[in-house]
Each structure stands twice: as structure tokens, then as C-alpha cells.
């Protein structure tokens, strides 16, 4: 059965770093993408970025370049999005999903609660 | 960058109603479309790939169709069950993009 684990719900303050992950389990890894997708609270689906396990390659959204790192470690098949610095407008709801070569997202993750508050 | 409209933002049907929602993008993306239902504080789920494909387990009251830059997604017979928001994704080129949404409420 293919599933992806997300960890759990994270309160950080302003400023801050953050890694949150997503497990992979039931396939080959290394043979599909892992996206992430952005939620604000109340609002709608925001496509941020992809990684191909097998060969790191990534592509961002210009609207999160630069703000977010996307990266993988195959050997213990978990996808990783974190922060540098989080800000305020980073408080969302975060989802991973897989996604073969030329396909849409078939299996997502629960989704991992992040929230920044002072 | 591909932008992703959908049309209506909101609509309201009654159980046993028939309904159809349109994604229009902003350049053409061939058949490299797909819809997703979102149920509140519920992650979303695949519905359709390749603008008409059927995720396995997806019953065939849900429907696709397009090409190009138009599309659209059916749902005959509504149940209580499928009140929900729908998205519609392109993955034809990157940035990969999102419809706004479609929220499915009951009449």
C-alpha cells in the first residue's frame, strides 16, 4: 500500500528554522516526484516545488524560490521542505504528494500543520 | 508562467443533481490536466489525470473532458458526500499550477 507520512504540527516563532518531512512507503522511492503544496488558512491549493528522489532534481514556483529548500534523502525515503527564517505569512497547512513523469499527483500525505506566532 | 481559472467559484445543487465545473489555463497544456476533491480539514484526494483517466477506486459518476486550454469536470447524481471543493491542476509545464477552486455546496 502506498503511503506518505508527514510529521506532526509545528508552532515556531518568527525567525526561526524549520524542517518538516514526508515519508514515503509501499513503491519505489527513487521512480517518483515529490511535491509540496501550500494551504493558507481558508484559502486554496499553491503548487511550491518538486524533487525527483533518485537524482535530487528540483524545480521551485518563482513565488517560493529562495524562500523554501526542497531536498531528499532516498536512503531512508523522506522528503524534506524547510525554512531559514520563518515569517508570520508562513502559518499553513503543507501537503506532499507524489507524481510520476508526465503525471498529476496520485497519493498525498495527511498534510503537516505549521504555524508561526510571536 | 500557466495561470489556471476556474469557473464558478462557488455553486449550489441539490442532492441527485447533476453538475459540471470548467478550468480554463492560459496556454495551451495538451491533455495534462487533473481535478482533486477537497473535503474541510481532509487532505485532497485524485480524482481524474490526463483530463478524462479515472484514479483507480474513483467512482464513475466523476467525469472529465478536455484539451488544449478548456476543461471540464462532471459529477452526475450528487450525494450527500461529494459537497466539497474542487481543484483542477495543469502539470504540462513548470511552475506546475492550481484553479482557484470550486466550492460544491448543498441547495
Known amino acids: 500500500e502506498v503511503q506518505l507520512v508527514q510529521s506532526g504540527a509545528e508552532v515556531k516563532k518568527p525567525g526561526e528554522s524549520l524542517k518538516i518531512s514526508c515519508k514515503g512507503s509501499g513503491y519505489s522511492f527513487t521512480n517518483y516526484w515529490i511535491g509540496w503544496v501550500r494551504q493558507m488558512p481558508g484559502k486554496g491549493l499553491e503548487w511550491m516545488g518538486i524533487?525527483?528522489?533518485?537524482?535530487?532534481?528540483?524545480r521551485y514556483s518563482p513565488s517560493f524560490q529562495g524562500q523554501v529548500t526542497i531536498s531528499a534523502d532516498k536512503s531512508i525515503s523522506t522528503a524534506y521542505l524547510q525554512w531559514s527564517s520563518l515569517k508570520a505569512s508562513d502559518t499553513a497547512m503543507y501537503y506532499c504528494a507524489r507524481q510520476c513523469e508526465g503525471c498529476s499527483f496520485d497519493y498525498w500525505g495527511q498534510g503537516t500543520l505549521v504555524t508561526v506566532s510571536s | 508562467d500557466i495561470q489556471m481559472t476556474q469557473s464558478p467559484s462557488s455553486l449550489s445543487a441539490s442532492v441527485g443533481d447533476r453538475v459540471t465545473i470548467t478550468c480554463r489555463a492560459s496556454q495551451g497544456i495538451s491533455n495534462s490536466l487533473a481535478w482533486f476533491q477537497q473535503k474541510p480539514g481532509k487532505a485532497p484526494k485524485s480524482l481524474i489525470y490526463a483530463a478524462s483517466s479515472l484514479q483507480s477506486g474513483v467512482p464513475s459518476k466523476f467525469s472529465g473532458s478536455g484539451s488544449g486550454t478548456d476543461f471540464t469536470l462532471t459529477i452526475s447524481s450528487l450525494q450527500p458526500e461529494d459537497f466539497a471543493t474542487y481543484y483542477c491542476?495543469?502539470?504540462?509545464?513548470?511552475?506546475?499550477?492550481f484553479g482557484q477552486g470550486t466550492k460544491l455546496e448543498i441547495k
Open positions: 524533487i525527483y528522489p533518485g537524482d535530487s532534481d528540483t
Open positions: 491542476q495543469q502539470y504540462n509545464s513548470y511552475p506546475q499550477s
